[in-house]
């Protein structure tokens, strides 16, 4: 049997082999690239990365320099600056919570920093900075809360908080020490500079920390500047104050300030003249280049500018004749006070003004506590207090009737016959009634005529009367009086260079039956219903003085620049004076009134008001005030029994030929039938230590009862 040979089929060729080779090539290449790769890093540019690895970025600290300071107008410093020794601190960029309180820790052994009022929330951030006891607190916390650590962080730390301020260990004085200087530190923002110590450094801490530098990174020794005040603290209501670098910057201003350049630690004025040319007395801080290495500490710092020193402000203000004012202001109201007519009374306030250029004097208050009886320095009343000033303001009254026509430099004689509205009290002058049968506007003014100053507001309103039956008056009467009273700044604000002035107060102009109060209206014409503040009544004063110039009164002369020194150093710019209106009265118009307030001091007829001040030679002019007005006992409470007081007041300018000088008193809310003058015993002595302090001569002709301004 043949048997036939079934041939195998041939099996397919493997691509095995091939798919090998093809991956170790691609390993191969992947290899190649990646020694590549490395040459080129580490042999062609090794040196290169290397030193990318290692730079620094460099970044300009700012630091802060002394303030400028402020003089007199005769030189002599009000405030000056206190170079005390400092710790301060430098936060690096990335520096944790772990490495600030082992820094503190390490200065601690240096320095006592003063004790402040810890919270248990400082205490608490002192305790977790740790990472031992951070993590010993987090296995306190329930499974929740632990997870918080990767979904919600600032959660996270809440919890740690709230559980270790349940938890807080006891601290002793000297354990708290390092605490106190952690909150300094944690507090500050990256490479800012911050004090840990600023006052009360003693030569031992410079000495220990100055040599411990190099393990405190960030620590260094610097240089702080304090407010010192060589006259005392007697103008400080002037100047104002600055704040701490412990305060920083005010909140109420924050925004503005961080947009204008400050840290939240820098010092900046905070009232009055400090915060009004804050400006001019901050100076430029100094600039130093620092270098962030690449562990976030800073390797290399160098001073590019050294800062300049805030300018000067030289003040218009003789601080030998403000604290005369100052010393007749205490005086006098003590005289008060011990009198006992002075237990509801706000106090005594003074000023004085050049009329000639708007120059502030002087400046002066002295407030009273009603409840405490307490009196405290207040010279910003002056412009942020308003009163009820009386017959002070009638010049303006009649200036204000001839500008309307109403009565004319030669033609102004006027019944004075009191007026009966139906209803009211008969209106009339302090004298009796019958005194007089007319008076002209100057005889009114001297002996303070009520009746006048209201015959010149019913003839501006039109009046039609008839006595005890009905008056009625132009609608828009207060409307017309507050016009002409405007005009002399009487009821708006002066302009001075300080902040916080007021307007004072307007009555009402309608009564509670929605008609004129036709009352009233009289009762403005002769001061005893606006309230005004004592700087208006200073501008008002003045503008007579000076033949109708509506000055803007200013407390700062010039700004100088300050000298290596700490010496003032050239003038850098200087106040100008301002004429702001030009007041609408002719030259004839204004003599008649100067003529009535040299009769108020010099004239001969029995009721003349002023002639305790004809003493004074060179003679002077002006226009006594006596209002009567109401206040009560508690001053916060509305419903305290209200008490009927007077309130005194004065204006008036020397010498009244050339004048050189022009003042405003108040002494509001005297009680008793007729207090005394105090308001003239103020004035007498303001004039008196002003001739005498500016070499005022004498006028050998001078005579106490001359009929007309020399002149």
């Known amino acids: 049997m043949k048997y036939i040979r079934t041939p195998r089929p041939k099996r397919p060729k493997s691509h095995l082999p091939f798919r090998l080779n093809l991956l170790f090539f691609v390993v191969f290449l992947m290899f190649a690239a990646l020694v590549g790769q490395l040459a080129y890093l580490q042999i062609l540019n090794g040196s290169r990365l290397t030193a990318e690895v290692d730079r620094t970025d460099k970044t300009v600290i700012k630091g802060n320099v002394p303030r400028g300071l402020v003089f007199d107008s005769k030189g002599r410093a009000l405030v000056t600056n206190k170079a005390n020794s400092a710790i301060t601190y430098t936060r690096s960029v990335g520096i944790t919570s772990a490495q600030m309180k082992a820094l503190a820790q390490t200065l601690a052994k240096y320095i006592t920093v003063p004790s402040t009022s810890l919270t248990p929330r400082d205490f608490a951030d002192y305790y977790l900075a740790s990472d031992a006891n951070s993590q010993a607190v987090t296995k306190k916390l329930s499974k929740a809360d632990q ?87 007697s103008m400080t209501s002037i100047i104002g104050r600055v704040s701490s670098e412990k305060s920083g910057l005010p909140a109420e201003n924050l925004s503005s300030y961080l947009a204008n350049g400050y840290a939240r630690n820098d010092r900046v004025g905070t009232s009055y003249l400090e915060n009004a040319y804050e400006n001019v007395l901050k100076g430029s801080k100094s600039q130093t280049q620092v270098e962030i290495g690449s562990k976030n500490q800073i390797v290399n710092s160098v001073q590019q500018f050294k800062g300049q020193q805030g300018a000067n402000l030289n003040l218009t203000i003789d601080s030998a004749y403000q604290a005369k004012v100052e010393a007749t202001l205490t005086k006098v109201f003590d005289q008060a ?89 008969v209106k009339k002058s302090v004298y009796p009634v019958g005194t007089f049968g007319s008076l002209d ?15 010149l507001a019913m003839k501006e309103g039109h009046a039609k009367y008839v006595p005890n039956d009905y008056m009625s008056l132009d609608s828009n009467i207060f409307t017309t009086m507050r016009k002409y009273f405007t005009e002399f700044g009487l009821g708006q604000k002066t302009g001075i260079d300080l902040p916080g002035e007021t307007s004072g107060y307007a009555g009402p102009t309608v009564n509670s039956a929605g008609t004129l109060p036709v009352g009233s209206a009289l009762d403005l014409s002769y001061g005893n219903y606006d309230a005004y503040t004592l700087i208006q009544m200073a501008q008002y004063i003045s503008s007579i003085a000076n033949n109708g110039y509506r000055m803007q009164p200013y407390l700062v002369q010039s700004i100088s620049s300050t000298l290596a020194d700490g010496s003032s150093g050239p003038i850098l710019s200087t106040t100008q004076p301002k004429v702001l209106a030009k007041i609408l009265s002719t030259q004839a118009q204004i003599n008649v009134v100067k ?82 003058n105090y308001n003239l015993m103020i004035a007498q002595q303001m004039f008196a230590d002003y001739y005498s302090m500016n070499n005022i001569k004498a006028d050998p002709n001078y005579s106490s009862h001359q009929s007309t301004i020399n002149g």
């Open 147 to 233: 997870a918080l650590s990767t979904s919600d962080s600032s959660e996270f730390y809440k919890k740690q908080v709230a559980y270790v301020q349940k938890h807080l260990p006891t601290y002793t004085k000297a354990q708290q020490q390092p605490i106190e200087i952690f909150k300094v530190m944690s507090g500050s923002t990256q490479l800012s500079t911050v004090y840990i110590k600023a006052e009360g450094v003693t030569e031992k801490e410079v000495a220990e920390v100055g040599e411990h530098l190099t393990s405190m990174p960030g620590v260094n020794l610097g240089t702080d500047w304090q407010r010192e005040y060589p006259n005392g603290d």
């Open 337 to 425: 006070r011990a009198a006992g007519v002075a237990n509801v009374s706000d106090g005594a306030y003074a000023v004085a003004m050049d009329p000639n250029s708007g120059r502030i004097l002087a400046l002066a208050g002295r407030q009273q506590n009603i409840k405490t009886h307490t009196v405290t320095n207040d010279a910003l009343g002056v412009i942020n207090r308003s009163f009820v000033m009386g017959s002070a303001v009638k010049g303006a009254t009649v200036l204000g009737a001839m500008q309307d026509g109403v009565i004319t430099p030669t033609d102004n004689y006027l019944p004075d016959t009191p007026i009966y509205l139906p209803g009211t009290p």
């Open 441 to 455: 506007a100057a005889s009114a003014l001297e002996v303070s005529s009520n009746i006048y100053m209201m015959r």
């Open 595 to 676: 003529q009535g307030m040299w009769q108020v001091v010099h004239g001969t007829n029995g009721w003349t008001t002023a002639t305790a001040l004809n003493t004074l030679n060179p003679g002077v002019a002006g226009k006594t005030g006596t209002a009567q007005t109401f206040t009560r006992v508690d001053p916060e409470d509305n419903t305290s029994e209200q008490v009927e007081t007077t309130t005194l007041s004065f204006v008036g300018f020397a010498p009244a030929s050339n004048p050189k000088i022009a003042i405003a008193v108040v002494v509001p809310n005297l009680t008793g039938d007729e207090p005394a």
